[in-house]
């Protein structure tokens, strides 16, 4: 059976959900790790900035955007030295401006992806993959890029039989 790491980048608190700002418990792309954890057996790595984002969710979008415009790499609380011992990696995040949020490349620049398979996983609220395959071809050098999943954020409680279906069928 092969060897499951999921990096995942995930936002609590106030999110975008539906149309509207709602307080959630735990971040959508969390659970969805955690459905991944459960099918596969995968180990979950959570990106931590050392300087947290903003709890308010709009001035969080501004920070993400200024991240965005600088193609910025923000600090981390603390890194991944290698992913040697995994045969398959899920890079998991949630659409912040077109892409992962940037803490997550802060990580994938400091690892070798070489002869490993990797798969963007988004959540989000209508975008969908947006760029993350890009990236994830981009930032995970030397890696496979297998298939990937967009989960709709607000639909996140009833996606665990697609989310484990498709690690069921990707990732053994």
Partial sequence: ???NLVIYYSRKGENYVNGSIKKIAKGNTEVVAEY???AVGADLFEVDTATPYSEDYMTCIEEAKKEAKENARPELKTYLDSVDAYDN???AGPCW???YPYAIFS???KLDFTGKKVFALMTHE???LAGSER???KYCKGAAVGKSLA???GSVASARPAVEAWAKKNLI
């Fill in 97 to 99: 401006w077109g892409t």
């Fill in 151 to 153: 989960v709709q954020g």
């Fill in 135 to 137: 990236d994830v071809k």
């Fill in 126 to 128: 209508g975008s969908g």
């Fill in 89 to 91: 990696i899920v890079i």
């Fill in 1 to 3: 059976m092969a060897k």
């Fill in 107 to 109: 990580q994938l620049e």
């Fill in 36 to 38: 991944i954890r459960d």
